[in-house]
Antibody, heavy 125, light 110 residues
Framework: EVQLVESGGGLVQPGGSLRLSCAAS????????MYWVRQAPGKGLECVAY????????YYADSVKGRFTISRDNARNSLYLQMNSLRAEDTAFYYC??????????????????WGQGTTVSVSS | QSALTQPASVSGSPGQSITISCTGT?????????VSWYQQHPGKVPKLMIY???QRPSGVSNRFSGSKSANTASLTISGLQAEDEADYYC??????????FGGGTKLTVL
């Protein structure tokens, strides 16, 4: 079964740090583009980070640039998000997600077809 | 990385068709055919409904269809059913950046 399982969320004070992890199983993790997407309570989706299969290309949303770091360990089938200098506005549900591979045209679609159940990050004093 | 523009809400009666728009710019929606649509029921994980503007992943009902004209993409749901009531989000690829999402549209089935 294709599965993504996040962990590492919790309550942290403003200015603090957290490291989220995402364990992948059931598919060739090392071949896939991966993302971290967050959703603040009652709000919409925001893609905060993108990482290519080999980690050669990484992008961040402007809202987290310079504070968050996405990484992956393909040997461990794991994705990470190091979050530093956390702010109240970073409070959200954080999902890891996989890019959908189009088997007919053999390209990534930048559509996210597999999502984890998410982990909650709360930033508050 | 401005969010794509979606209507806050749409509604329709069972059996009817509705369309949700998603407006961007020539740097995102208008520039690439990598527009996706997601359905999210309350408390649930988003589900990919449409990718590459108009393609449906395996298992998604053919009542869901997507299209694009210039900088605006659209999701149409035909034969509206009660179970379609959910939030819908569009997203688009942007060169040199993360994927950008729309603000979301709440669909109410009357």
């Amino acid at each position: 079964e294709v599965q993504l399982v996040e962990s590492g969320g919790g309550l942290v004070q403003p200015g603090g740090s957290l490291r989220l992890s995402c364990a992948a199983s059931g598919f060739p993790f090392s071949s896939y583009i991966m993302y971290w997407v967050r959703q603040a309570p009652g709000k919409g989706l925001e893609c905060v980070a993108y990482i290519s299969s080999s980690s050669s290309t990484i992008y961040y949303a402007d809202s987290v640039k310079g504070r968050f770091t996405i990484s992956r360990d393909n040997a461990r089938n794991s994705l990470y998000l190091q979050m530093n200098s956390l702010r109240a506005e970073d409070t959200a549900f954080y999902y890891c997600a996989r890019d959908f591979w189009n088997p007919y045209y053999r390209h990534f679609t930048y559509g996210l077809d597999v999502w984890g159940q998410g982990t909650t990050v709360s930033v508050s004093s | 990385q401005s969010a794509l523009t979606q209507p806050a809400s749409v509604s329709g009666s069972p059996g009817q068709s509705i369309t949700i728009s998603c407006t961007g710019t020539s740097s995102d929606v208008g520039g690439y055919d990598h527009v996706s649509w997601y359905q999210q029921h309350p408390g649930k994980v988003p589900k990919l409904m449409i990718y590459d503007v108009s393609q449906r992943p395996s298992g998604v009902s053919n009542r869901f269809s997507g299209s694009k004209s210039a900088n605006t993409a659209s999701l149409t749901i035909s034969g509206l059913q009660a179970e379609d009531e959910a939030d819908y989000y569009c997203s688009s690829y942007i060169s040199g950046s993360t994927v950008v999402f729309g603000g979301g549209t709440k669909l109410t089935v009357l």
